[in-house]
């Protein structure tokens, strides 16, 4: 789906990863590529859901725009970040 730059799991305040990230691609022509390949398939046996970052500008846009940032949800508890 294209080079990742950034993968940001936010944790709750027991310090567990909640069940999102956010992702940064290297390139902007990679999100809308990443996005329909990737959206509805099964990680660790459940599906993900792709979709912009909730309250960015570009969450009511159509899917197919270009952007670097978005959110992956349902993301597994035992996902880590690479940083």
């Given at each position: 789906?294209?080079?990742?730059?950034?993968?940001?799991?936010?944790?709750?305040?027991?310090?567990?990863?909640?069940?999102?990230?956010?992702?940064?691609?290297?390139?902007?022509?990679?999100?809308?590529?990443?996005?329909?390949?990737?959206?509805?398939?099964?990680?660790?046996?459940?599906?993900?859901?792709?979709?912009?970052?909730?309250?960015?500008?570009?969450?009511?846009?159509?899917?197919?725009?270009?952007?670097?940032?978005?959110?992956?949800?349902?993301s597994s508890p035992t996902s880590t970040s690479p940083s």
């Amino acid at each position: 789906a294209g080079p990742v730059i950034k993968v940001k799991i936010p944790k709750d305040k027991d310090g567990k990863p909640k069940q999102f990230a956010f992702v940064n691609f290297k390139h902007e022509v990679s999100v809308p590529y990443a996005m329909n390949l990737l959206n509805g398939i099964k990680l660790f046996g459940r599906p993900i859901k792709i979709q912009f970052r909730s309250g960015s500008s570009h969450a009511s846009q159509d899917a197919s725009l270009s952007y670097p940032q978005h959110h992956v949800g349902n993301s597994s508890p035992t996902s880590t970040s690479p940083s």
